[in-house]
């Protein structure tokens, strides 16, 4: 093959990458337009372009497929993606993903697995203060729920002096009596143990009339 042929050959080469690159500059152009106007479901479309046509990969993709699928309500695809971005070598971002899986995976009830993913992120960055909220409160929530339960399981069966005196602050509530109220059930408490089944009942009469008292 002479010089001239090489040449031609080159040419014919080198605009089919430069136009590969082009392509690909574009696509990443439209879809981070697409996700930061909110678009989120021509997003997800826009990504996975990326990923599958180009086969662009990268734990930032990932993340922001994440959160395109978690803004459509695709709660499971969501999760996938946020999965590969914990893998970054960035703190921060795998951080980020951790989080987010934490509170899909608590708005699925999976209390456990949720508060294990805030703690995940905390480990990857400990200045990531919107994960240590969420573990803070969902510990926190926890906690009181599982108080709450075992108060439930323990509580007494109220008996019928105890159901009386019930009926008879109900009706002076109804009169808005709260502290005569809350003064017949403490009276009652006195004389049977078992008026503790209404114990959620005379804390909020007790935190309505310290309300009032201010």
Do not use: C
Not at 13 to 22: E, G, Y
Not at 61 to 71: I, K, R, W
Not at 162 to 182: H, P
Request: glycine letters at 2%; charged letters at 25%.
């Amino acid at each position: 093959m002479n010089s001239s042929k090489l040449i031609i050959a080159a040419l014919l080469i080198i605009p089919s990458s430069w136009t590969r690159v082009t392509r690909l500059n574009n696509a990443i152009t439209t879809a981070e337009e697409s996700y930061s106007t909110a678009n989120y479901e021509k997003s997800v479309a826009d990504h996975l372009v990326l990923a599958n046509e180009f086969e662009y990969s990268s734990p930032a993709l990932s993340f922001d497929l994440g959160l395109s699928h978690q803004f459509s309500e695709k709660p499971d695809e969501a999760l996938t993606h946020y999965d590969q971005a914990t893998q970054s070598p960035n703190t921060m971002l795998a951080s980020f993903a951790f989080n987010q899986s934490g509170v899909i995976t608590g708005n699925k009830k999976e209390y456990e697995a949720a508060l294990s993913k805030f703690q995940s992120a905390l480990i990857k960055d400990p200045t990531n203060e919107t994960a240590r909220y969420n573990y803070e409160l969902l510990a926190r929530w926890m906690q009181r729920d599982e108080e709450r339960k075992n108060q439930e399981q323990n509580k007494p069966e109220p008996s019928d002096f105890a159901k009386r005196k019930k009926a008879e602050a109900d009706r002076l509530v109804e009169q808005f009596l709260f502290g005569d109220a809350l003064q017949v059930m403490q009276d009652a408490m006195a004389q049977d143990s078992t008026v503790a089944a209404y114990q959620d009942f005379m804390s909020t009469l007790q935190e309505v009339v310290e309300i009032d008292e201010n």
